[in-house]
């Protein structure tokens, strides 16, 4: 495969190529690859904050070329492993790439590699951790770092002891916290573990929170409720404002990594429109409805915090109750619990389902349909096949090359609608074939909403992409959408 180059940063010897398919370099990845490097350098370690489409996966590659890193580790989600294989060929032509599926086995891995591995085989019941652990890598490369946002889950606790020695770590996420801004915490804590030792001493520092108190059983619940509020001075005081925390967090994002926005870069990039689409709940869906709204304000009457497990899990099956009619599956008494505990299930009817198949309806336009619940899908799936209406459903059960080909054929047009579930299909995937986006519900981080928006606008969409949410009146939808604007706040201030 011929070589036209089209830059050279000396530092290593990387040269930019023009041999990738429908590619064409983006002179701000040069000057972005020389921060990271210069990073990577100084300090061993960097950040790619770019928002999804940007070509992380190509800075990441060319960065590793620029420090010379030989046995190259890449985390990544099972999707995401493919970007990195169709790429590393033209970029690190020398580089053998290894693809580890196998939980209890590690492949050969020769003198220069780039290793691929997925989230899930960092689990404490699997040998993986401990096989990658006995090997030397120059270089980690963590896609998705967002994932790491959980400083108790085990493949957090895993990856941080295995690259715990690496000398050169590069996180790249196009959000950096999905949910609060303590969850940078877990990042910068990879990162440089010296530097972010204490979680509590940094979430202290930028967060407020409140403490709520279960009167029944003395359990003091802690909620962040946004940025630490201070003086003129900076210092801390209810009478503040958010503002100087803001500016500190935004300083500390970008001192250790590059960020860019889509139509910063791509400023003639077609427009996104969101519009809402509200449908009543059926008759069955209400009176489901109001029978757990009255259980959750029993809840509040005994003084549970809207963070208690009880409360969260009540608010869960409301949600699942504006996606379609839920049905007792089973009831078994639960001894740790001292409670009875349901198993529900979800069919029809679906207020929301009639509004999705009205889109639908009458026209050929490539839609994706998005819910953070598994069942409305399948149920939707159901509908489009009755209809007609040709459709491609990834599910949690396909492997990374399933779901690959899923991807590929729907982007081929072998399919006008494609359901994902918002954690599935969020991430390391383009669908740009299709220009509407459908949400069953939203889910309760805006950047998790981006990043399932990102998958259909980004590079090189043409056409402008309309975002449709459909929310049942009167519902916990509408409490929902406020969160994500007072979040979008948040992540807003940071990354403008």
Request: charged fraction near 25%; proline fraction near 6%; include cysteine.
């Amino acid at each position: 495969m011929s070589r036209v180059p089209t830059a050279q940063i000396t530092t290593g010897g990387i040269v930019f190529t023009r041999d990738l398919p429908h590619y064409e370099p983006w002179p701000f990845q040069e000057h972005d690859v020389a921060v990271i490097t210069r990073l990577l350098l100084d300090k061993g370690y960097a950040a790619c904050w770019h928002e999804m489409g940007l070509g992380k996966t190509l800075i990441a590659l060319w960065a590793a070329g620029c420090i010379t890193a030989d046995r190259i580790l890449v985390i990544t989600t099972k999707t995401g492993k493919v970007p990195f294989e169709q790429h590393s060929e033209s970029i690190l032509p020398r580089h053998h790439v290894v693809r580890v599926d196998s939980t209890h086995e590690l492949p050969e891995i020769p003198e220069r590699a780039i290793v691929l591995c997925h989230y899930q085989l960092f689990q404490s019941r699997y040998a993986m951790p401990g096989l990658i652990a006995a090997e030397d890598w120059d270089m980690v490369i963590v896609d998705e770092a967002h994932r790491l946002k959980n400083r108790q889950a085990m493949w957090t606790k895993q990856i941080k002891k295995v690259c715990k020695h690496v000398p050169f770590k590069l996180v790249m996420t196009g959000t950096p916290f999905v949910n609060a801004p303590d969850e940078l915490w877990s990042l910068l804590n990879f990162l440089d573990p010296k530097t972010y030792s204490s979680y509590w001493r940094f979430r202290g520092h930028f967060c407020e929170e409140t403490r709520d108190v279960n009167h029944n059983t003395g359990v003091t619940y802690r909620t962040i409720t946004g940025f630490k509020r201070r003086n003129a001075d900076g210092a801390p005081t209810p009478a503040g404002t958010e503002e100087h925390a803001i500016r500190e967090y935004a300083a500390l994002v970008r001192s250790i990594g590059v960020r860019r926005r889509k139509r910063d870069v791509k400023p003639d990039m077609p427009a996104v429109t969101e519009t809402t689409v509200p449908v009543e709940l059926s008759a069955p869906q209400r009176r489901m409805y109001n029978e757990m709204k009255q259980v959750l304000a029993m809840l509040d009457q005994q003084g549970q915090p809207i963070t208690a497990p009880a409360v969260i899990a009540q608010i869960m099956r409301m949600r699942q109750v504006t996606a379609a009619t839920p049905i007792v599956l089973s009831e078994e008494w639960d001894d740790t619990l001292q409670r009875i505990v349901q198993r529900i299930g979800m069919e029809e009817p679906s207020g929301k389902l009639d509004a999705l198949m009205d889109i639908l309806d009458g026209t050929d336009t490539p839609t994706v349909v998005f819910s953070n619940f598994y069942r409305p899908l399948e149920l939707a799936a159901a509908r489009c096949q009755r209809a007609g209406i040709r459709y491609i459903h990834m599910t949690a059960a396909d492997d990374s090359s399933t779901r690959y080909g899923k991807v590929t054929a729907f982007q081929a047009g072998e399919a006008q609608v494609f359901f994902s579930t918002i954690a599935l299909g969020g991430e390391s995937i383009t669908l740009t074939a299709a220009d509407k986006i459908v949400f069953l519900d939203k889910h309760w981080s805006p950047a998790a909403n981006d990043q399932a928006i990102a998958r259909v606008d980004r590079p090189p969409q043409q056409s402008p992409v309309q975002v449709m949410s459909i929310e049942a009146k009167g519902t916990i939808d509408h409490y929902v959408a406020g969160v994500l604007d007072r979040k979008r706040g948040w992540f807003d201030a940071i990354f403008k």
